[in-house]
């Protein structure tokens, strides 16, 4: 079993910074591509950032040069540095990550998410 723990979100002021965390836990290989995304209500899913094993990273357009993400593979733990926040922002966003399980199958998993209020 695999779990994906997001943490850092909350409530913040237009132009604030927050710092959401996902970290994974469980049985598992290793851990492939880790990425962000956010679901604000009555929207569709939507990529955020990602990165892969080796630190290549891929933003949504909106978010560039505003947010960044890194991760630390022996803690098996994904951050997104979120600054310039703007009310727009607002959403839940949720971890993904590609796991390379025991078993030899590569699957996806998400994290519950971690709700991000920005006010204006």
């Known amino acids: 079993q695999v779990q994906l723990v997001e943490s850092g979100g909350g409530l913040v002021q237009a132009g604030g910074s927050l710092r959401l965390s996902c970290a994974a836990s469980?049985?598992?290989?290793?851990?492939?591509?880790m990425g962000w995304y956010r679901q604000a209500p009555g929207k569709q899913r939507e990529l955020v950032a990602a990165?892969?094993?080796?630190?290549?990273?891929n933003y949504a357009d909106s978010m560039k040069g505003r947010f960044s993400i890194s991760r630390d593979n022996d803690k098996n733990t994904v951050y997104l540095q979120m600054n310039s926040l703007k009310p727009e922002d607002t959403a839940v966003y949720y971890c993904?990550?590609?796991?390379?399980?025991?078993?030899?199958?590569?699957?996806?998993?998400w994290g519950q998410g971690t709700q991000v209020t920005v006010s204006s």
């Open positions: 993904n990550a590609g796991v390379w399980l025991r078993s030899g199958v590569d699957s996806p998993y």
């Open positions: 469980g049985s598992f290989f290793r851990i492939n591509n």
């Open positions: 990165i892969s094993r080796g630190g290549s990273t």
